[in-house]
């Protein structure tokens, strides 16, 4: 918890207001509860991304009674107990999920749902969007999975085919300028798709965020054979996420105008 604190000093010397703790699943981690007070007390905003897993716990629910998130995003896999435990593979997931949620809805924590579309839970999509109708609480829909930021494929052939809707072209986005991504060992980068290169938080200090600035500059060049593709100028991920496909040998529908040919054969 030391090193946690040294970075959220860092974080908080650097100016950062809005703070979002995410993971993996941040709320198994038994330091979060010591580190979320403290990012309060340096006077952070702070987010919350969490499957909700551990949101039933006395002692959560007790934390956020007191020193209430400024926003809390929970991941909803199903709106029955069949659907949800196969899609977590964790028997009891949808128990746990759905007396937090209650929890946190009757607390009035400022809640909203990101509904996970998928194979197993595609029939559930109506049911989950009533869900969270009836709760009163904002959602958005989920059915485009990435691989893995290690590179690897698991998650697409879970794709619900249906569901799956066309990415907008990417623009550009302030990842590294704006905004940046820290690991629990204080390693600064653009975000949280783009890790390397980094900067070590806690040896630099906060002169080695201006770094971040040329760090994405040069990860947004086209590379790995999308130098001179002529279709650059609607591609649908940035390169970071591009090159998480491509390392993931994913079919190039899946991030890539060129993978209409794909899908026409």
């Not at 987010?47 to 716990?57: A, C, M, P, Q, T």
Request: net charge positive.
């Amino acid at each position: 918890m030391a090193g946690k604190r040294r970075l959220l000093h860092v974080l908080a010397d650097a100016g950062v207001i809005w703070l979002q703790m995410t993971g993996g699943e941040p709320l198994i981690d038994p330091d979060f509860p010591e580190a979320y007070e403290y990012a309060h007390a340096l006077g952070m905003q702070v987010e919350v991304l969490s499957n909700g897993s551990r949101l039933h716990k006395d002692h959560i629910q007790d934390l956020f009674a007191w020193l209430p998130p400024s926003r809390m995003s929970l991941s909803v896999y199903g709106a029955t107990a069949d659907a949800y435990d196969t899609v977590t593979r964790n028997r009891g997931a949808f128990d746990r999920f759905s007396t937090g949620l209650d929890k946190a809805v009757s607390a009035g924590l400022n809640l909203d749902l990101s509904l996970i579309i998928t194979r197993q839970n595609a029939h559930e999509a109506d049911a989950m969007r009533a869900w969270a109708r009836r709760l009163g609480l904002p959602f958005r829909e989920y059915a485009n999975l990435s691989p893995t930021i290690h590179g690897t494929a698991e998650p697409l052939p879970s794709q619900s085919p249906e569901h799956l809707t066309h990415r907008a072209p990417f623009t550009g986005c302030p990842a590294g300028v704006r905004f940046f991504h820290a690991d629990p060992f204080g390693r600064a980068s653009i975000c949280k798709v783009g890790r390397e290169p980094n900067v070590d938080l806690i040896t630099e200090g906060v002169e080695g965020l201006a770094r971040l600035g040329g760090i994405a500059g040069s990860l947004m060049l086209r590379t790995g054979g999308c130098s001179g593709c002529q279709l650059s100028g609607t591609c649908r991920v940035c390169r970071p996420m591009a090159k998480v496909f491509q390392e993931a040998k994913a079919p190039l529908h899946h991030y890539c105008q060129h993978g209409k040919k794909e899908v026409a054969r």
